[in-house]
């Protein structure tokens, strides 16, 4: 089993920045992607960004030039630097960890509010 604890959300004025953290434990080892996904009300829950174990990182279009996914092995933790922040990336904030087979976990969450 995999647990993720995330932090860092808040409130924050447009054009301002956050950065989320992720912290694994458990059988990382088996971990192979980690990444961040979100959630606004009344939408699906979506991609923001994902690093594999190689540091190789995929980006929604919507973020690309803004965010910056970033991961440490050795303290089995993920971040998500958030730059230039706007009102539609107001969602809930999920931590995930993928394994190979299909399997997923997911963090509790964290509000990102971006508001003026």
């Known amino acids: 089993q995999v647990q993720l604890v995330e932090s860092g959300g808040g409130l924050v004025q447009p054009g301002g920045s956050l950065r989320l953290s992720c912290a694994g434990s458990g059988s990382m080892f088996m971990v192979h992607a980690m990444g961040w996904y979100r959630q606004a009300p009344g939408k699906q829950r979506e991609l923001v960004a994902t690093?594999?174990?190689?540091?190789?990182?995929n980006y929604a279009d919507s973020v690309k030039g803004r965010f910056t996914i970033s991961r440490d092995n050795a303290k089995n933790t993920v971040y998500l630097q958030m730059n230039n922040l706007k009102p539609e990336d107001t969602a809930v904030y999920y931590c995930?960890?993928?394994?190979?087979?299909?399997?997923?976990?997911w963090g509790q969450g964290t509000q990102v509010t971006v508001s003026s």
């Open positions: 690093i594999t174990r190689d540091e190789s990182t």
């Open positions: 995930n960890a993928y394994r190979p087979g299909f399997v997923n976990y």
